[in-house]
């Protein structure tokens, strides 16, 4: 299983065995999948136009009306939840005519080397019939993401830009399991083989992090370092890695630069990952 598995059934063939944040994918052959919508939140939707910076060709992409949206909380992992709609589906521009896919807020960043690349590496494999649905499903948005992951890895994009894709994914595939009813025979099943979808993008998002943190500048995914460091505690703890949470949160702890309310988060953080350590 991997991350980018399946997009071999809409067009594009890609080795999954091993994805890292510097893999670059080996392209294989091609097929066609159609995918349906399955809940109903037109009513916060909006078509928004795109001219695709790889293939130069118009499209209409959906995007989520911010004025809508009522934030109900955040997740550990800062994955934010809201009432009746979950806009993380919405938030990559997909190309429906050559497959080229980033977060809408960079989507039309591209150095003109990266544009060759995703050319010749995504646009020229990709055969795909778009849905045309008025909503996206989490697997249609899945694939989206997909599609953005490939695009990165295939355009060389920065440590930073995988890890927050994998991160999204990650939120992405909680909230599809969160929609799943209890009383399905499969449920049991399915909640487990999203869980493990989820801990391979966390794992990989924290591995992307981690580079980032050693070798790019601040802000690293819109993040501080403090807010970075404890955003990989978080994520630490989650893929059974307490150890390195304990260290990242006694940084914080011990830094004079950061405010006595994050620094209550941090202990209790520490708390629960000494507690797993002990366990
Ligand atoms: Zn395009």
Request: some cysteine; aromatic content about 8%.
């Amino acid at each position: 299983m991997g991350l980018l598995s399946g997009l071999e059934a809409l067009g594009i063939g890609v080795s999954t065995q091993k994805i890292t944040p510097d893999h670059r994918p080996v392209f294989t052959k091609k097929k066609k999948k159609h995918i349906r919508s399955e809940h109903d939140e037109r009513g916060f939707l909006y078509e928004k136009k795109y001219i695709c910076p790889v293939c130069d060709r118009e499209f209409e992409a959906l995007r989520v009306k911010k004025s809508g949206l009522k934030l109900i909380g955040r997740d550990d992992d800062l994955r934010p939840r809201y009432v009746d709609i979950d806009p993380l589906k919405y938030d990559i521009v997909f190309c429906p005519r050559c497959g080229y896919s980033a977060l809408a807020d960079s989507y039309e960043q591209l150095m003109p080397y990266q544009r060759r690349w995703i050319y010749e590496g995504v646009a020229m494999h990709f055969h795909y019939e778009n849905p045309h649905n008025e909503e996206y499903s989490y697997d249609e948005a899945y694939v989206h993401y997909q599609f953005a992951l490939l695009c990165a890895m295939v355009g060389g994009a920065k440590a930073s830009v995988k890890a927050r894709l994998c991160l999204k994914m990650a939120w992405l595939i909680r909230g599809k399991a969160e929609t799943i009813n209890p009383r399905l025979p499969v449920y049991e099943k399915r909640q487990k083989a999203l869980r493990a979808k989820e801990l391979e993008a966390l794992r990989l998002a924290l591995v992307g992090f981690e580079k980032a943190r050693n070798y790019e500048g601040y802000p690293v995914a819109g993040l501080g370092q403090t807010a970075l460091d404890m955003l990989m505690s978080s994520l630490s703890m989650e893929v059974g890695d307490p150890e390195t949470s304990v260290a990242l949160l006694q940084g914080i702890i011990a830094s004079k630069a950061v405010k006595d309310k994050l620094k209550e988060k941090a202990r209790s953080m520490m708390s629960t990952a000494m507690k797993m350590i002990s366990a």
